[in-house]
């Protein structure tokens, strides 16, 4: 058998066995003998599947929602810092500014008031204070604060007692805030800044002190003696951080009266210097925020300041021993003016429409009541009247057995005779309130 006979049989033998459904194994002849034949089988297809595969843009939907969550919590940190950062700037800037120091006093003026308000059951009036010969009476946020030889006593406006000290000062005087007060040692230099219920700041200075004032926001002024100058007076926040500063020459004398204007920022100063041989007064109007001296008011030649009273942004009220004017701040000019003409001034109750004066005028007392702009309204007799007390619409005179109440055109409206002692002070604060002796009262009219 040749080699073409072996072929054919080969052949033959493969197409029988491809007809039986076997797979040959043997390689094929003239390849390399990794390739083999295999029997084809049907290929068996499945039934489409009912969930079918979802589309591109909804997979790219889901994919997005998935990192959604991703971007807002970005988002919030981003936001969050950039919270952090403004706070911190803020806080900067108010520390800078000073506001900072006024938002806390705010704040703890607030609590206070609403601690007072929740005690208001444990009080009422009459009280008794315990002081029969007060020093200083003055009104405190709708209250008083009442300033005795040893004793310093404060009332709330619901005639509670809330607090009280003794300052041990040989020399003790009283300046009023709108919620705070101080009281200094005009004998030594030692000061104490307390709130309605508590003491805040006490504060020993290198100098004496001459004399302090407080402003509505409670803002405090300190004069003191200083060695170079003839006297320093220093600015001090709520918190007690010093503000402004000014060195006074002998030119420009010694602060007797400081009275603030009802921005807080801007104050006037009454000084007293000696200018050619004779005692000379002056006014100046400063403004904490700038350096450079304001306007200046130089008073009539050997008058001298009792009183400064800063009304308005245009109206400050100065008496004086004798004359009272009114002054305009932004130019220092006077605007209004009253000679008192020889008579003595026992009294005086500057307001912002109405005056009243309790002037000695030939031996004996007068009340004389004036409009806002110093023009005469009224001129009566005053007997032994010794103080005067003034509201928007009444004039109170101070009599050794009785209160008597006034209105500006000088027609008597009532007296009260009734009173337990002699009249001390009658003090306009939450409710009008005469002062006899130790005791405090609400005043009202004998048939109420």
Sequence with gaps: MNKADKE??????????????????????????????????PVRRSAPSSAASPPPDKTRTTNLKSLTPLFKQRQRRRTIFLGVVVLVIALFIAIFTGAMSASIALLADGVDSFTLYLKRGS???????????????EELAGGFVELGDEDVKVYSSYGTQVYSFQPSYARPVLAVGGTRF?????????????????????????????????????????????????????????????TYNWQMTQSEGTPIAVDFAPDNRRFAAGTLAAREGQLSCSIY???????????????????MLLLLDWQTDSRVVAVFDTYIAVL??????????????????????????????????????SLVTFDEDLTLLAEIPARQAYGVTATDTDVYLLCPNAVECYSYDGVQNWSRDDLAAHPVAVLDAAQLLVFTGSQVEVLTPPDE
């Excluded at 030594?188 to 302090?212: A, K």
């Excluded at 005086?348 to 002037?359: D, I, N, S």
């Design 8 to 41: 054919r049989q080969e052949r033959r033998r493969r197409m029988l066995a491809r007809e039986q459904g076997h797979t040959s194994t043997k390689p094929i002849p003239g390849t390399s003998g990794d390739i083999g034949l295999r029997t084809p089988q």
């Design 182 to 242: 101080v009281v200094y040692n005009r004998a030594g230099n030692e000061l104490q800044v307390s709130s309605r219920t508590r003491s805040l700041f006490t504060r020993t200075f290198d100098e004496g002190i001459l004399l302090c004032a407080m402003s509505n926001n409670n803002t405090l002024a300190v004069v003191t003696e200083s060695g170079r100058y003839t006297a320093q007076l220093q600015v001090f926040d709520p918190s007690f951080n010093q």
């Design 328 to 365: 305009d701040p932004r130019t220092a000019t006077e605007t209004a003016r009253y000679d008192f003409g020889g008579a003595t001034l026992q009294s005086a109750a500057p307001g912002t429409r109405q005056t009243a004066l309790l002037l000695n005028i030939r031996g004996g007392n």
């Design 123 to 137: 009080g009422g009036w009459p009280v008794n204070t315990g002081i029969s010969e007060p020093l200083q009476i």
């Design 285 to 303: 109007f400063m403004d904490t925020g700038d350096e450079a001296e304001g306007p200046v008011y130089t008073a009539t030649q050997g008058s």
